[in-house]
């Protein structure tokens, strides 16, 4: 059960194909690993066996009479629960949605089951993907593999949590201010905010309109460039949704780091916010590395880091408090107190400083963008410390504004974050890196030669039952 819990996406797709592997028996292996650790993680909040041996039975049907979808055909996923999955409640890890039972498939969904994935269930999420982690909710925070005492990181916490653990190879999240970037860094894998509009956002229930992102996250970037090869695609009943040509983004991943341009951006960690000493030192160690590699490495510079962070917070806080603003009036008590309090800081932003604020945005995007004229990929933090204890409330908070994942969502741009070592006390480190809109190829060839040049994703976390 161990080896088939951490088998790649690459590697399952060549033995499935092979005849070697039976998606039954992969499906009931990581079924049985999730009834085994789950309840000390908390990963899942709708666990769906039944619906994945279903899925595993018709894939395995599928592939044996020569009619194989693709690479994620008989590959078990799972969903943030705010992405719609017909027929089961989408909760958004909240009382006030408890009971609301999702009428369509998100466009997300429609693409992977077409694709012949394998549905495990519902995964948990900081409350409306904004307030976290709570412990006044009808369900449970989700807990650090590496560490459960630890934070996972968030909103998509339980992504994070079941790809880090073993229970999926892939699972799909959303990202407004990093909320992809977040777990992944926190439990030690990587995940994509891919450009604004590149993935669909319909069936998947809103935090702030002009900022949320969908993105996959996995244990390899290859496996993150197989997924979004599946998800990325024009969608002409979401507004946001941009039509694109196809790229292979997975064909990018092992091109090598020659001659490529990185833009080392320091001050956001060094100067701008502090980070922890193993955190900056391991960032530091990654852009060095990918110098050795054969990358051409020269310091760049933009706005100061408070200044994108501002305006992902005033945008973010006025489109959530107008989303919120009815049932915070009628059902203030159904939210967590977290939760509730973070909506409300959205009703003391004026519309002029709303408009304001999306003006900034334009000229914050347009001169960051033009550094790529330069360099190929910016390399920069992800979050500035290591998981923190998941009950020491201050501590959550204090590090949630420490990152560097919110000026991409305000830039729309495409951004990953890989991990890149361990703290003395085992837990994850990890980098951002970053590109132009719509140049997912470039971050992944970066991050995945990056990757093959350490062992940082052949560790695993040592669970207990």
């Known amino acids: 059960m161990s080896e088939l819990a951490y088998l790649s996406i690459a590697e399952a797709t060549a033995l499935i194909r092979g005849r070697k592997l039976s998606p039954v028996e992969w499906t009931q292996a990581l079924i049985a690993r999730i009834e085994r650790y789950d309840g000390r993680l908390n990963a899942f909040l709708r666990f769906t066996p039944d619906i994945a041996l279903a899925d595993a039975r018709r894939a395995e049907a599928e592939i044996a009479a020569g009619q194989w979808r693709g690479p994620l055909h008989g590959v078990p996923y799972g969903l943030k629960d705010i992405v719609d999955y017909a027929g089961l409640p989408t909760t958004a890890h909240s009382a006030i949605l408890k009971d609301n039972v999702a009428t369509q498939d998100a466009f997300v969904t429609q693409k992977l089951r077409a694709a012949g994935a394998v549905f495990m269930g519902k995964l948990s999420t900081h409350e409306f993907a904004l307030g976290g982690p709570c412990f006044d909710l009808p369900w449970p925070p989700a807990r650090n593999p590496w560490n459960r005492d630890h934070f996972c990181g968030g909103s998509s916490s339980g992504s994070g949590v079941a790809t880090a653990a073993g229970f999926l190879p892939f699972a799909v999240g959303t990202d407004t201010g990093g909320s992809v970037r977040n777990p992944s860094t926190m439990c030690g894998v990587t995940g994509i905010k891919p450009t604004y509009g590149l993935v669909s956002r319909r069936g998947v229930f809103p935090l702030a309109y002009s900022l949320d992102h ?94 994108f962070q501002a305006c992902n917070r005033v945008i973010m806080g006025a489109e959530s408090y107008a989303i919120h603003q009815n049932w915070l009036r009628e059902r203030p008590q159904d939210y967590g107190e977290i939760t509730r309090q973070r909506f409300l800081y959205g009703a003391m932003y004026s519309a002029s400083d709303y408009v304001n604020a999306l003006r900034l945005r334009t000229k914050y995007a347009a001169d960051f963008h033009a550094l790529f004229n330069d360099v190929d990929v910016v390399v920069t933090a992800s ?60 971050v992944y060839r970066v991050g995945a030669a990056y990757e093959a040049a350490t062992d940082w994703t052949r560790r695993r976390p040592v669970l207990t039952a």
Not at 225 to 230: D, H, I, M, P
Not at 262 to 274: A, N, P, V
Not at 401 to 407: H, I
Request: hydrophobic share 45%.
């Open 214 to 307: 969908v993105g996959p996250l996995t244990r390899t970037v290859k496996d993150n460039a197989t997924v979004l090869n599946v998800l990325a695609g024009h969608d002409g009943m979401d507004p946001g949704s941009v039509a694109r040509p196809g790229v292979d983004y997975a064909a990018w991943t092992d091109k090598g780091l020659k001659g490529v341009r990185i833009g080392w951006l320091r001050h956001f960690y060094h100067e701008d916010i502090k980070a922890d000493p193993q955190m900056g030192a391991a960032i530091d160690a990654a852009v060095l590395k990918m110098e050795e590699l054969g990358a051409c490495v020269s310091e760049v510079k933009t706005i100061p880091l408070a200044r």
């Open 383 to 442: 979050a500035h410390d290591p998981a923190c204890r998941i009950d020491d409330h201050e501590a959550c908070e204090f590090i949630y504004g420490r990152q560097a994942r919110a000026p991409f969502n305000v830039t729309g741009s495409p951004a990953v974050a890989v991990p890149a070592g361990f703290t003395a006390e085992g837990l994850p480190l990890g980098i951002q890196i970053v590109a132009a809109p719509h140049n997912e190829a470039m």
